[in-house]
């Protein structure tokens, strides 16, 4: 079911937003949500979409190896955030600051999900994949969370 409810997703939304949970599974291979998220990777590969995140994903990303001190993870993980052309890193802006702020007073979202939210927004995405269903509130983009289709 979640596969093919993915590439439906996918079909629907040319262009998505990823959240850093997304990236988190796939790098750190996790056994329940790899699959998916290989498939989107997969899509970006092939240029069967594009994706944007916001740079805060880069920090969520680095903070276990930062924390390890595994240099060579941070390298490792650096090497992998460059390989998907199709991949958009947005750090932000005036303009999705002033939406995030928005959002998180309308919304009562915290600042990082407000900012990918903003983000993704800001870009024109029509998707949003994540596995955090407090993104299901809002209307402007749809929102895919992982659970739902597991």
Known sequence: MGLEAI???????SRIALDSNIFIYQFEENIRYQPLTHLVFEALEHGEISAVTSTITVTEL????????DGARVDELYGLLATHPLLEWIAPDLEIADLAAELRTGYNLRTPDAL????AIQSKATGFLTND??????GHFETLVLDRIL
């Open 116 to 119: 990918q939210a903003a983000t």
């Open 62 to 69: 680095l903070v276990p190896a930062y924390r390890a001190q």
């Open 133 to 138: 269903l407090q993104f299901e509130r809002l």
């Open 7 to 13: 590439r439906k997703f996918l079909k629907r939304n």
